[in-house]
């Protein structure tokens, strides 16, 4: 079946905006085709520094006619309303349908030439291109990214022709700016496209342009016994910034290597988009870099390269200044300057958040190692670890906030553990991002954390749907993460209201969630109002494996079964209350459930205050056998009163036995 090319090519797309804009486009196109009946076989576009590219498979040539029955108002209504509808399906009232009292009208929708539909949706779709940030050029007013140059549009070999304020569409594209041919490129088909591209330098696909220049970067770095510092975010970057990637390998002057690595690695990455290099036997930085250029230099690179390495050590030699200007001043001095920051309009100033985040460490370092020194370590890391947010380094650099802290306090000669806790406090930033599991570190971060969702929960800033702009459900899973692999006890109803609470609730089951975990577990140990992270984590793992079993799933149905009954009768006014008796004359069966039920009450209780959730799991297991046979031999809703409503109390004691465990009627399965 016929194929579609579309390209889009303009000045230079924001490498930051390319991906996006793929996306955008197949998402619109795709929407726009269904709109109209089309589903493609394939749809798959490409981004690059000038261009966006759309290749469809298997479109028809035409669209099949289309019958519509669209239902109107009924028969005698207003003769306003059935004009209404007249007009809006364009037909008279005598072409109308009449079925069970109400008008209906039948829409007969001839199909149109494929071509027509394309040059139409084109045209909509580039008007209504969501670009986070476009530009007006021309007469036109046309309204891109940047300057639109060009429209290739192509079905079946055949132009698309259209013409959009003033741009014609055709079968035509550009090369490379610099190194491709200075006539343009004809193209029928997205084979003969991609392979014109080719010819005139240009990698259509982001994925190869990545690879070419990760296997360029590694083959540089290997000739030298050198290791590239592989970085996604930056190789992501480059990718969009070159249509021909070349990388090269310059050098930079050795006495910078005297400054903190990740201030080199930031002003790399930050400033000049090169990659760092390291000697692989030491993980130690080497006084070279690997810069993208866009074009294959005749020189081999000899004079990008000193280029670049020029441009990187006037950009070093104002990192080393921002560097010898900080070590002057002592964090503690810097604290007074953070009176002048603001964190929130509503939550005051930096140095407030600070105090808050000190009074907060001390309260939980005994919770994460309960000893003097530990606490006195952690209210003084807390003080300190802001302090660098008013340094002239994180000033130019704000990714090395923390990390510039760590590094004064190292320097001042501060406790290791403080120098610990400061450049870690605010891991972990996300899923992969390492745990601290010291114990003044872990206080820190806790405290930092705990803080962030105290204090916007307070002032009702939380998130909605997909909107967090304060990063607190990124905070939440950070307090679980390092409680959990710190095994702290902290109980969160200390410092949380029950709104974060629920939030905590909610993130926990997203986590365990990941793990393979069932959510209505969370629910059904959350609902016994433990606020022991540990503890709450133990109690979901042990009821899962406990229902894995045939006794757990039995018994689920026995505790579903008893509190049906209990439910139904509560409708009908209040229960019995007190312990169920062994009646004269009872069944066997109902005697010994009460003597279990009490059994397993008093064990359970045991098992449970030494936190033995296994134990408790293997009592509720004897519950199985002896709540199938009542269930089977005895007769809940029995004439005689008497022996209804002890029975009732016995399914009452079974009913909270279990619910001493979890609240079962929060599992689902």
Not at 67 to 77: F, L, M, Q
Not at 229 to 252: H, I
Not at 572 to 593: F, Q, S, T
């Amino acid at each position: 079946m016929p194929q579609l090319l579309l390209e889009l090519l303009s000045e230079e797309i924001p490498a930051r905006m390319q991906a996006q804009g793929a996306r955008d486009l197949e998402r619109m196109f795709r929407e726009a085709l269904a709109k109209e009946g089309f589903l493609p076989e394939a749809l798959k576009t490409f981004a690059g520094p000038r261009r966006l590219t759309l290749v469809a498979e298997g479109l028809p040539s035409a669209q099949a006619e289309r019958h519509e029955e669209r239902k109107g108002p009924r028969v005698g209504a207003p003769d306003q309303a059935i004009e209404g509808f007249l007009r809006s399906t364009g037909l008279s009232r005598e072409q109308l349908i009449e079925r069970d009292g109400v008008y209906f009208a039948h829409l007969h929708k001839p199909g149109r030439p494929t071509p027509e539909i394309v040059a139409e949706t084109v045209e909509a779709i580039v008007r209504a291109f969501p670009w986070p940030k476009s530009m007006v050029s021309g007469t036109s007013r046309l309204r891109w990214v940047r300057p639109l140059k060009r429209i290739l549009c192509v079905f079946d070999g055949e132009v698309v022709p259209f013409e959009i304020d003033g741009i014609e569409s055709g079968d035509l594209t550009e090369g490379h700016r610099f190194m491709g041919s200075k006539e343009p490129i004809r193209a029928r088909d997205f084979d003969q496209y991609q392979d014109g591209l080719a010819r005139n330098f240009v990698v259509l696909d982001p994925e190869e342009r990545k690879e070419r220049i990760m296997d360029a970067a590694r083959t540089l770095c290997f000739a030298r016994n050198f290791q590239l510092v592989e970085d996604e975010g930056l190789l992501d970057e480059v990718a969009g910034l070159a249509e021909w990637p070349t990388p090269v390998m310059g050098e930079m002057d050795p006495a910078f290597l005297d400054l903190p690595p990740e201030v080199i690695r930031t002003s790399m990455r930050v400033h000049q988009r090169y990659f760092a290099v390291r000697d692989p036997a030491t993980g130690f930085l080497v006084p070279h870099f690997v810069t993208v250029a866009n074009i294959a230099a005749t020189d081999g690179g000899t004079t990008i390269a000193k280029g670049n390495a020029k441009v990187l050590s006037a950009r070093l030699s104002d990192a080393r200044f921002f560097w010898n200007e900080d070590l002057k001043v002592h964090l503690e001095d810097r604290l007074e300057k953070l009176k002048g920051v603001t964190f929130h309009a509503k939550l005051g100033t930096m140095y407030e958040r600070v105090e808050r985040i000190a009074a907060l460490a001390g309260e939980l370092a005994p919770y994460v190692r309960d000893d003097a020194e530990t606490r006195a370590k952690a209210v003084l890391a807390a003080r300190l670890a802001k302090a660098d947010l008013v340094s002239g380094m994180v000033g130019e650099f704000p990714e090395l906030q923390g990390i510039m802290g760590a590094y004064y306090a190292d320097k001042e000669g501060l406790d290791p553990e403080i120098v610990d806790a400061i450049r870690q406090h605010y891991r972990p930033q996300g899923p992969n991002d390492d745990v601290p599991v010291q114990a003044v570190a872990a206080t820190v971060a806790l405290a930092d954390k705990l803080d962030t969702l105290v204090s916007f929960f307070g002032i009702d800033e939380k998130p909605t749907g997909s909107k967090d702009p304060f990063a607190l459900r990124r905070a939440a899973l950070g307090v679980i993460r390092i409680v959990l692999q710190t095994r702290t006890r902290l109980p969160l109803k200390t410092v949380a209201s029950a709104d974060l609470l629920g939030f905590f609730a909610d993130r926990l089951k997203v986590l365990l969630r990941e793990q393979g975990q069932r959510h209505d577990l969370v629910d059904a140990v959350f609902a016994l109002g433990d606020d022991d992270l540990v503890r709450i984590v133990s109690r979901v793992d042990h009821l899962d494996r406990f229902l894995g079993t045939e006794d757990g799933k039995n018994l689920l149905a026995g505790y579903k079964r008893a509190v049906n009954i209990l439910r139904a009768e509560e409708k009908k006014g209040p229960l019995p209350v007190g312990e169920p008796v062994d009646m004269p004359d009872a069944p066997p069966e109902e005697a010994g459930l009460i003597n279990m039920a009490g059994h397993v009450q008093i064990e359970v209780e045991k098992s449970l205050g030494r936190e033995d959730f296994e134990g408790a799991m293997r009592e509720l297991a004897n519950l199985r056998a002896p709540v199938d046979a009542f269930f089977d031999k005895v007769l809940v809703n029995s004439d005689v009163p008497e022996e209804r409503d002890n029975r009732l109390r016995l399914l009452a004691k079974v009913r909270d036995a279990m619910g001493r465990v979890a609240d079962f009627s929060q599992v689902t399965g």
